[in-house]
C-alpha cells in the first residue's frame, strides 16, 4: 500500500478539481492510502463522504513569502503521514512541494492541465511544472508546448487524457422524465433541432463567432442555447444578448446547468468554436460519448479527440463562414446514415481512449513506476 498526496489550490469547482477526485476515490478502492490538499472548499464534502482525507492549508496563494512557509508545513505533512508520492497539479502549489520532496527524499509528481502565458519571469515560475520526476500532460498538444518551450525531456511526460465518465455520459441512462421536463424548462419547440454551446461566458469561447455564422444560415431552422455562469461576466451577458435581438436569432442564453448529461441529451448539435487553443476540451468527449454531433474549431486538443467527418467536425478557428457551413451541414444529416455512422464513431473513440477508468489506470501507472 501506497500513500499518495494530491495537491491543488481548492476544491471550489472545476475540472480539474473533479478530476483530483477521481484519483482519489480510485486509489482508494485499489488498497492505497488517498490524501487531497487543498486551501479547502464545497468539493471537500465529496471527498469526506468517500472517505479521503483532505487537509486544508493555504496552497492557493502566490506570495513568494507563503510559498516558502508551505514548504516545511508540507514536509512535517509527508513526514508524519509516511506520504511516498506527492501529486502537484497547479503551479503556485507546485513550489512547495517540490522543495518539500526534496527534502523528505519523496518522487514528485505534476500534472499540466493546460498552457501558460510567457515572458522571462512567467517562464521561471510556469517551469516547476517540469521538475516531476514524471510529468503528465492532459494532451499531446500540451506534451508539444512543453517540449517546445521548456528544457525538459520528451522521454520524462507521459500523455493522460482527461478521463470522461462514460456511464454518467450515456445516453441509455437518460431519464425520459427529466428530459421532457428540461426541455420545458429550456423553452425547446416541438421538433425544434437544438444547437448546444455550454462553458465558461467569456470572449475567447466563441459565442460571437457562432452568433455570426448562426446568422449566415439561409433556410435551416434551429434553438440554440448558450449556457454557462451567466453572473461573472454580466457586461459580456449583455453585450451578446445585444447582439441576438439584433441579428434576430432563436438563441437563448442559460445559467450553469449542473445535470449536463441530460442537457447534451436534449440537443442535436454540441458547438465549441474557442478562439484559443484548449489543452484538451471536455465538452467535446462528453458531447462525444452522449453520442452528439460536435463541431470544433481546428486547434489544441480538439485537434485530437475529432477526427474530421469521422467522429465530428472540424472548422477553421475564427472563422464564422466555415462555422456557419459546417452547422448546416450537420442539420442536414440529422436522421440519416451519415449522421449515426459518426455518432457511433464518437462515442466509441471515448470508449477506447478517452474514459475515466483509462484516466484512472494510466494515473496508476505512474505511481507504481515510481514506487
Aim: hydrophobic share 40%.
Amino acid at each position: 500500500m501506497a500513500t499518495i498526496l494530491q495537491v491543488l489550490p481548492s476544491m471550489v469547482s472545476g475540472g480539474v478539481e473533479r478530476g483530483v477526485i477521481d484519483i482519489a476515490k480510485f486509489l482508494a478502492k485499489q488498497g492505497h492510502r488517498s490524501l487531497v490538499l487543498s486551501s479547502g472548499g464545497p468539493m471537500t464534502t465529496q471527498l469526506e463522504e468517500a472517505g479521503i482525507q483532505h487537509i486544508t492549508l493555504n496552497v492557493a496563494s502566490k506570495n513568494p513569502l507563503v510559498i516558502w512557509k508551505n514548504i516545511e508545513a508540507i514536509s512535517n505533512i509527508i513526514r508524519d503521514l509516511e506520504v511516498n508520492i506527492v501529486h502537484a497539479r497547479s503551479r503556485a502549489p507546485a513550489w512547495s512541494c517540490y522543495y518539500a520532496c526534496r527534502r523528505a527524499k519523496v518522487k514528485f509528481v505534476t500534472t499540466v492541465h493546460g498552457v501558460y502565458n510567457t515572458n522571462f519571469f512567467k517562464n521561471f515560475y510556469n517551469s516547476i511544472m517540469t521538475k516531476g520526476d514524471e510529468v503528465i500532460a492532459v494532451s499531446n498538444w500540451v506534451k508539444d508546448y512543453l517540449t517546445g518551450n521548456y528544457d525538459i525531456c520528451e522521454d520524462k511526460i507521459t500523455v493522460i487524457h482527461r478521463g470522461t465518465d462514460i456511464d454518467y455520459f450515456n445516453p441509455q441512462n437518460i431519464d425520459q422524465n427529466k428530459l421532457k421536463a428540461m426541455k420545458i424548462a429550456y423553452g425547446v419547440p416541438e421538433g425544434a433541432c437544438v444547437l448546444l454551446l455550454p462553458g465558461r461566458l467569456t470572449e475567447w469561447k466563441g459565442h460571437k463567432i457562432l452568433l455570426d455564422a448562426l446568422s449566415k444560415l439561409k433556410k435551416e431552422s434551429f434553438y440554440c442555447l448558450i449556457v454557462g455562469d451567466k453572473n461573472k461576466r454580466p457586461d459580456y451577458v449583455a453585450e451578446l444578448q445585444k447582439n441576438i435581438e439584433l441579428l434576430k436569432l432563436s438563441v437563448k442564453i442559460f445559467d450553469t446547468e449542473q445535470d449536463m448529461a441530460h442537457l447534451y441529451a436534449l440537443s442535436d448539435i454540441v458547438i465549441s468554436p474557442s478562439t484559443r487553443p484548449e489543452a484538451f476540451g471536455r465538452v467535446i468527449t462528453e458531447a462525444q460519448s452522449m453520442s452528439k454531433l460536435v463541431i470544433a474549431s481546428n486547434i489544441g486538443g480538439a485537434a485530437e479527440t475529432i477526427q474530421n467527418e469521422v467522429n465530428g467536425f472540424h472548422f477553421s478557428c475564427g472563422n464564422a463562414g466555415d462555422l456557419s457551413d459546417k452547422i448546416s451541414y450537420a442539420l442536414n444529416i440529422l436522421g440519416t446514415t451519415k449522421h449515426a455512422e459518426i455518432i457511433t464513431e464518437a462515442r466509441n473513440c471515448v470508449l477506447s481512449n478517452y474514459s475515466l477508468q483509462k484516466m484512472q489506470e494510466k494515473t496508476l501507472e505512474i505511481y507504481q513506476r515510481l514506487l
